[in-house]
């Protein structure tokens, strides 16, 4: 009998730790990124952003910490900006930037997770690797 109790004790608790892990495991996370221009960023993240990384109040609070991180001195001027869907690429987000220089490699962490990287690139060639990306309707 101490045997069974011992089973039903010990299997709940090892299937709530599994589902601890699993749910950190699927962390929003940043799927790709591309410099739209030298003022504004593209991030195409695996999950939705909450309501409150696209509330454009944030910004104002003295306490506030931005979700996206940039290196070389660029920073969010705004909050994030959800894009219509093109019916084949989900949560596509908007970041306006204090500005950005051709030529440097830029990385973009969210919320201190691994760093993406991106470049600018003269203002004709960034509008071809946009069409690229998500073709010629842009």
């Known amino acids: 009998m101490i045997g069974g109790v011992m089973k039903s004790i010990f299997i709940p608790t090892f299937m709530a730790a599994v589902l601890a892990v699993s749910v950190t ?3 929003n996370k940043i799927e790709s990124v591309i410099a739209v221009d030298y003022l504004n960023v593209e991030v195409m993240m695996k ?4 309501e409150k990384e696209l509330d454009p109040r944030q910004v104002e609070d003295p306490d506030y910490k931005p979700s996206f ?5 660029v920073r969010a001027t705004g ?6 869907s ?3 690429h989900e ?4 970041i306006p930037v204090n500005g950005l220089d051709i030529g440097i490699i830029y990385r973009i962490s969210y919320k201190g997770q691994k760093s ?7 203002s004709g060639e960034m509008k ?4 690229e990306r998500y073709g010629s309707y842009f």
């Open 25 to 27: 495991a699927e962390a």
């Open 47 to 50: 999950e939705p952003l909450t």
């Open 69 to 73: 991180t940039f290196n070389e001195g």
């Open 79 to 84: 909050s994030p900006v959800l894009q219509p």
């Open 86 to 88: 093109d019916g084949f």
């Open 91 to 94: 949560n596509v987000y908007r």
């Open 116 to 122: 993406h990287t991106f470049k600018a690139y003269e």
């Open 128 to 131: 071809d690797k946009y069409r």
